[in-house]
């Protein structure tokens, strides 16, 4: 239901309430862990509400693998880790057959993909070969392995960590894997104000050893259905259109966003507005979403050139529509 004339009062009220408990219990659960990063912490149960995988791109030590432990922590459901290296094969991530001599049958013994939130640490230091089991999970949520199709967890969710390309042992994630995480996200250092606060957490235990589920199943499933249901009007969809596609044209860019970013961007920006008590998609949000759904789909002609700059620019010159009256 997306046509807002057939939509009672009470039943737009409820999209939001529902979307906003989920997503500020789950905030405030993990801000319990991770200091000072309200805004990337909220942009991380976006990604969760909006049913997409997340990239979580910086340098080592600044919270990436503690706030993948923190979310799945607030949920109470079925978490793996898998630390990725450059010998690891894909069937260490997606499992294997093993012949049982008593019953003389091959059995499947699930790899560690088979979770509902999976942390892919350091993903980049794997070989491509070795990225790419993740590829058929993350857009089909199912695995083949030796013939045979295996059902992914539901809800499920990858986080994937990954050291900046420049480090020494990292291989870049190829472009069809990019493409297929909802958001990239980057944490950055905390301030020294939020670093003491740090230390003095810490100081006798982690944080995270006293975090309790916040949020069911049933809640964040209820909450992600209600997503689908905030109305984007048709000059929203135009916009969000032509932003995409003015990254394809751009002069510094050799291959632009794809349409799964148009709809990555489109996803985002109605759980951005349920979640800030809205059941109608603004230009605010799709341009407020814009820099962390594209920019890691977008390919410069210069490999040096920062992408977020070159989404910037398009946003620029990518005339705003006016937003609809309710």
């Given at each position: 239901?997306?046509?807002?004339?057939?939509?009672?009062?009470?039943?737009?009220?409820?999209?939001?309430?529902?979307?906003?408990?989920v997503?500020?219990?789950i905030v405030?659960?993990?801000?319990?862990?991770?200091?000072?990063?309200?805004?990337?912490?909220?942009?991380?149960?976006l990604?969760?509400?909006?049913?997409?995988?997340i990239?979580?791109?910086?340098?080592p030590?600044?919270?990436?693998?503690?706030?993948?432990?923190?979310?799945?922590?607030?949920m109470?459901?079925?978490?793996?880790?898998?630390?990725?290296?450059?010998?690891?094969?894909?069937?260490?991530?997606?499992?294997v057959?093993?012949?049982?001599?008593?019953s003389?049958?091959?059995?499947?013994?699930?790899?560690?993909?088979?979770?509902?939130?999976?942390?892919?640490?350091?993903?980049?230091?794997?070989?491509?070969?070795?990225?790419?089991?993740?590829?058929?999970?993350?857009?089909?949520r199912?695995?083949?392995?030796d013939?045979?199709?295996?059902?992914?967890?539901?809800?499920f969710?990858?986080?994937?960590?990954?050291?900046?390309?420049?480090?020494?042992?990292?291989?870049?994630?190829?472009?069809a894997?990019?493409?297929?995480?909802?958001?990239?996200?980057?944490?950055?250092?905390?301030?020294?104000?939020?670093?003491?606060?740090?230390?003095?957490?810490?100081?006798?235990?982690?944080?995270?050893?006293n975090m309790?589920?916040?949020?069911?199943?049933?809640?964040?499933?209820a909450?992600?259905?209600?997503?689908?249901?905030?109305?984007?009007?048709?000059?929203?969809?135009?916009?969000i259109?032509?932003i995409?596609?003015?990254?394809?044209?751009h002069?510094?860019?050799?291959?632009?966003a794809?349409?799964?970013?148009?709809?990555?961007?489109?996803?985002?920006?109605?759980?951005?507005?349920?979640?800030?008590?809205?059941?109608?998609?603004?230009?605010?949000?799709?341009k407020?979403l814009?820099?962390?759904?594209?920019?890691?789909?977008?390919?410069?002609?210069?490999?040096?050139?920062?992408?977020?700059?070159?989404?910037?620019?398009?946003?620029?010159?990518t005339?705003?529509?006016?937003?609809?009256?309710?």
């Amino acid at each position: 239901m997306n046509d807002r004339a057939t939509r009672t009062p009470g039943e737009a009220q409820n999209i939001v309430a529902t979307v906003q408990t989920v997503a500020e219990r789950i905030v405030q659960s993990v801000g319990q862990v991770i200091f000072g990063k309200r805004n990337e912490i909220r942009l991380t149960v976006l990604g969760l509400l909006s049913q997409g995988h997340i990239l979580l791109e910086d340098i080592p030590g600044v919270g990436k693998t503690m706030l993948a432990r923190a979310l799945a922590r607030s949920m109470g459901i079925r978490f793996s880790r898998i630390q990725f290296t450059p010998d690891m094969l894909p069937s260490d991530v997606t499992g294997v057959s093993i012949f049982n001599q008593e019953s003389r049958q091959f059995e499947f013994r699930p790899g560690p993909i088979f979770a509902q939130i999976v942390l892919a640490d350091e993903i980049n230091r794997a070989t491509a070969k070795t990225q790419s089991a993740l590829l058929e999970a993350m857009e089909e949520r199912q695995v083949t392995v030796d013939g045979h199709t295996y059902q992914m967890y539901d809800p499920f969710l990858i986080i994937a960590t990954q050291n900046p390309i420049e480090y020494e042992g990292t291989f870049p994630l190829p472009e069809a894997q990019l493409d297929r995480f909802l958001i990239r996200i980057q944490l950055g250092y905390p301030s020294p104000t939020e670093e003491l606060v740090v230390l003095s957490a810490q100081q006798y235990e982690h944080p995270i050893n006293n975090m309790r589920q916040v949020v069911t199943v049933q809640e964040l499933s209820a909450a992600q259905a209600a997503v689908r249901d905030v109305y984007v009007a048709e000059e929203i969809k135009r916009y969000i259109v032509e932003i995409v596609n003015a990254t394809r044209n751009h002069p510094k860019v050799y291959l632009g966003a794809s349409p799964r970013g148009s709809l990555a961007l489109f996803r985002c920006s109605q759980t951005r507005a349920a979640m800030a008590g809205r059941d109608y998609v603004l230009p605010d949000d799709v341009k407020a979403l814009a820099e962390v759904t594209l920019a890691h789909r977008i390919i410069a002609n210069d490999r040096d050139e920062n992408t977020r700059i070159i989404v910037q620019e398009v946003l620029q010159y990518t005339p705003v529509p006016g937003a609809s009256a309710r």
